[in-house]
């Protein structure tokens, strides 16, 4: 079964509009999560890193004021998209690090979002 | 310079080729190396680490070369359903995600396996 549950799996929005994507970890506690952002044809990249009980980490050209990232639990990692305009379409994922120094990660099924 | 360079692709093969993705990576610190696979707009699903002595499950084998900074891998008797993006990745920790390491994408190569 699937180990981290991302919500939901796409969604078309206004100009404008904003958009929350929720990512829950359902096997385990996850500490940190990460949102990736994919474009067609492109590799995903990442956005932020998303920190239990702290601020996220963004990456240098990401806009904290427009992703706006909440960790509000150990199982549970929230990305809106504020005020969403069509260069945001894209597919928006999260994964969760297996920890334990597992080298594998989780990844949610992704958001296709569309904003018209 | 990218970080993680693949092959542009796509490649389209017959069922039972052999088929060989190549990837370089910029870091030289970089500490641990995958192959993950991603059909048509969904999640990366771990395909396999890479380790330096090289390592095999069943069809596929993936090869490292620390000093060229290359990454390999070789599907045998490609099967229809191999039919996916296949994405090198890169973290610089050991262990995934820890000490700050994060996972670096290569853009995919698209693999077409025709009856």
């Known amino acids: 079964g699937a180990v981290v549950s991302q919500h939901p799996s796409w969604v078309i929005c206004k100009s404008g509009t904003s958009v929350k994507i929720e990512c829950r970890s359902l096997d385990f506690q996850a500490t940190t999560m990460f949102w990736y952002r994919q474009f067609p044809k492109q590799s995903l990249m990442l956005m932020a890193t998303s920190n239990e009980g702290s601020k996220a980490t963004y990456e240098q050209g990401v806009e904290k004021d427009k992703f706006l990232i909440n960790h509000a639990s150990l199982t549970l990692s929230t990305l809106t998209v504020t005020s969403a305009h069509p260069e945001d379409s894209s597919f928006y994922i999260c994964?969760?690090?297996?920890?334990?120094?597992?080298?594998?990660?989780?990844f949610g099924q992704g958001t296709r979002l569309t904003v018209v | 310079r990218k970080e993680v360079e693949q092959d542009p692709g796509p490649f389209n093969v017959p069922e039972g080729a052999t088929v060989a993705f190549n990837c370089t990576y910029s870091?030289?610190?970089?500490?641990?190396f995958f192959w993950y696979r991603q059909d048509c707009r969904k999640e990366p699903k771990l395909l396999m680490s890479?380790?330096?002595s090289g390592n095999e499950d069943g069809r596929f084998t993936a090869q490292l070369n620390r000093a060229s900074q290359y990454i390999s891998l070789l599907i045998r008797d490609s099967k229809l359903s191999d039919s996916a993006t296949y994405l090198c990745?890169?973290?610089?920790?050991?262990?995934?995600?820890?000490?700050?390491?994060?996972?670096?994408f290569g853009q995919g190569t698209e693999l077409s396996v025709k009856p």
């Open positions: 890479v380790y330096s």
């Open positions: 870091n030289s610190a970089s500490q641990s």
């Open positions: 994964s969760v690090p297996n920890g334990g120094g597992s080298t594998e990660a989780f």
């Open positions: 990745v890169v973290n610089t920790a050991i262990m995934i995600y820890n000490q700050g390491g994060k996972l670096i």
